[in-house]
């Protein structure tokens, strides 16, 4: 069975659970951010030719189009409304565009669905056996997460469920779909909690996956040496981490952006530290809806060099270097590079008034 496409459908007008595609998820990421990943990650692997995004969403529009690999299709107004299916909007577009031999669908609304898992429904589906493969839930109850369906099959039946399917059950966590406010917190807590530690060592550069305990990274690759620290609840959601013998970084850092962190031996940042590899200059538009081309992003690596120590609720703007065995007070804003061996206090102002009290 020949490559197929990946097709990610997210539309604006959603009342039960307003603005849920584009809503932040985690990481600074929505929900069709983590649904292209884990396509992408299908397309880097070799398993499907193309990711196909169909919108009327402005924002998706104007971040996805153009980008390698993936096809931004603009829904008509007609298709657009509460009552169109899922099977409508395919089937417009197939009428429109030679498909392959089959697609996937993959749904924005299935967060906590693993790579792993899509691999392996990947591997059930071209053996061939199946017209269509769908994932359930442990009650074997259809939970949206995925449909794998041979394109000649589905333009018969006009069905992602044409007859002869097969399915795959998915475990609890990986079942949870999103189409209401309180589920799309519970998503959020889900993944909150601790997973397995495997390897400390390894590169992952695909989908959502945690360290142990509660440490969320978002498709970020990590080079961590063995010593490396990591607190609980940080959020890692940058190009690259590299940490380098005996470095520390502590509870609820957040590190976003498209750019590196490096962190030498033994550096360390404090807790509660905002670290931003990317970051809105002000002569562009700053609201994160705002369409990429109307906005002046700056992104630059942070590096802290050997025994460099960042202190809590600093805040480490984009291409800081912070030199070896400097250390930065707590309460820091740092845009500028730190010379090797130095101290950085925050400007401190005390304003003081009498009190008078009534006797």
Not at 31 to 60: F, N
Not at 299 to 318: N, Q
Request: charged residues 25%; contains cysteine; proline residues 4%.
């Amino acid at each position: 069975m020949k490559q197929g496409w990946v097709f990610i459908l997210a539309r604006a007008g959603s009342k039960r659970c307003v603005g849920k595609n584009i809503r932040s998820f985690a990481g600074g990421m929505n929900l069709v951010d983590i649904a292209m990943t884990k396509a992408l990650a299908l397309r880097d692997k070799g398993k499907v030719d193309r990711v196909v995004l169909s919108t009327d969403i402005e924002d998706l529009i104007a971040k996805y189009k153009g980008r390698p690999n993936i096809l931004v299709d603009r829904r008509p107004n007609k298709l657009c409304g509460d009552g169109i299916s899922t099977e409508a909007v395919l089937l417009e577009f197939m009428d429109r565009v030679d498909m392959p031999e089959w697609f996937v669908l993959l749904q924005p609304t299935s967060p906590l669905l693993s790579i792993e898992t899509l691999v392996k429904a990947l591997r059930i589906f071209k053996s061939g056996v199946y017209p269509a493969l769908i994932s359930v839930n442990s009650e074997y109850k259809p939970n949206g997460a995925f449909y794998f369906c041979k394109t000649k099959d589905f333009q018969q039946w006009e069905s992602l469920w044409p007859e002869g399917i097969q399915i795959v059950k998915l475990d609890s966590k990986e079942s949870i779909d999103i189409n209401y406010d309180h589920e799309f917190r519970i998503a959020q807590a889900v993944l909150l909690k601790p997973f397995p530690f495997k390897n400390k060592n390894r590169v992952e550069d695909t989908g959502v996956w945690m360290f142990e305990p509660n440490i969320l990274a978002v498709r970020t690759k990590t080079f961590c040496h063995d010593t490396a620290f990591i607190g609980n609840y940080c959020f890692i959601a940058c190009a690259e981490l590299h940490m380098d013998e005996g470095s520390q970084i502590d509870r609820f850092v957040e590190v976003s952006g498209r750019g590196n962190l490096h962190l030498g031996k033994r550096a360390v940042i404090g807790s509660h530290c905002t670290i931003l590899t990317s970051s809105d200059k002000p002569e562009g538009k700053m609201n994160d809806r705002t369409p990429e081309s109307e906005r002046a992003v700056l992104t630059g690596d942070i590096v802290l060099g050997e025994d460099a120590y960042v202190g809590a609720h600093c805040v480490i703007m984009p291409g800081v270097t912070i030199g070896d065995r400097s250390v930065v007070g707590s309460g820091c804003y740092i845009d500028k590079d730190v010379p090797a061996d130095t101290k950085v206090i925050p400007r401190q102002e005390l304003l003081m008034s009498a009190r008078v009290m009534k006797v």
